[in-house]
């Protein structure tokens, strides 16, 4: 036992990850980040059980351990920049360029690489523009031209017919360049999408690149469980951790594994929309500035409150004295953020 733990229901995950791949032709693995918590040497061995000839990792600074752990290819999500002083070079690593400036840097200092085009989306985030496109081959000299990607937005939120729609102008606009290349990488498709862009563009080779809904596509296989290191009776207006806060009434404090180092407080921004989520937002809001924050644990089957933040390796979470409280060494339920968490141990049972 070492305090924060995944455990991971292997023979149900294993067969999520091959449904995946076996309904997602020409499929290319993201493994990025802390890899959606599992670790990327982890996912890299699953990649490579699953057939991958080709990975995808987000920066150079992730290269040389998927090339460690990975036998094909190495894709990199950032786009190339010439003031990097972490490029990888190697012949196994695709590069993905943006920028027109970027091909003619790249060309000129590493011209046998090998490289993707990147075409701006509706994202926002990198990109050529359509109008580029002639520069960009212009630009190409010797490079390797792997293929053309487009990086989509979550879901279907870009405008009417969404990613489709987006995904079908860019082939269309990629049929008519003079870019010599049938291979699409595309992010955020759904499996229809795909289908029927395969259907509408048979000529192109669609290359799928694919991170949450393979690795995480089955949470049901996963449960995160975190060991109760402490307990300690309290009474109300007795002050207690770093901060001193007074506790609101009698019951139990728990010390639990799990803190800051292992993504216990971080949360996504969310986007809120209307008066009622605003209400909501600024409701939760006043409780958080009181002190008053939920916590991911769930004891005797409900979500509790933190005593105050959590700590780097642990929190102190309140029970109000009606509740059960369970035993030092017993363990509880948590509620993670998969992309920001990280565990002691990882067990594939």
Known sequence: MSGFELDVDAV???????????ATPGLVPVIKGNGYGFGRDLLAREATALGAGTIAVGTYAEVPGALESFGGDVMVLTPWRPFFSDVVLDDRVIHTLGRVDDIAALAASAPT??????????????????????????????????????????????????????????????????????????????????????ARRPHLD???????????????????????????????????????????????????????SHGIGLEAPKAVSGVVGRGKSLAKGSLEAAGLSLSPFTIAGQQRWFAEPP??????????????????????????RFTTATFDAINLR
């Open 113 to 198: 690489a090998r490289i993707t085009l990147e075409g701006e989306t509706s994202m926002a985030r990198h990109g050529l523009d359509r109008h580029e496109l002639a520069a960009a081959v212009a630009a190409l000299g010797d490079l390797t031209l792997e293929g053309f990607a487009i990086h989509l937005p979550l879901g279907s939120s870009g405008g009417k017919g969404g990613n489709y729609t987006e995904a079908e102008n860019w082939a269309a606009a990629l049929d008519t360049s003079q870019v010599e290349t049938t291979t699409l990488y595309v992010s955020h498709l759904t499996p229809s999408e795909l289908a029927a862009l395969g």
């Open 311 to 336: 700590h780097m390796q642990a929190s102190m979470i309140f029970l109000p004295g009606r509740a059960e409280a369970p035993a030092v060494g017993d363990t509880v339920d948590v509620a993670v």
């Open 12 to 22: 149900r995950w294993r067969a999520g990850l091959s449904a995946v791949a076996a």
């Open 206 to 260: 669609l290359r799928p690149r694919i991170g949450t809904s393979l690795w995480l596509g089955d949470l049901g296989a996963l449960s995160v469980r975190a060991t109760v290191l402490d307990s300690h009776l309290v009474a109300r207006g007795e002050h207690i951790g770093y901060r001193q806060r007074p506790m609101p009434r009698d019951g139990t404090l728990l010390v639990i594994a799990g803190g800051t």
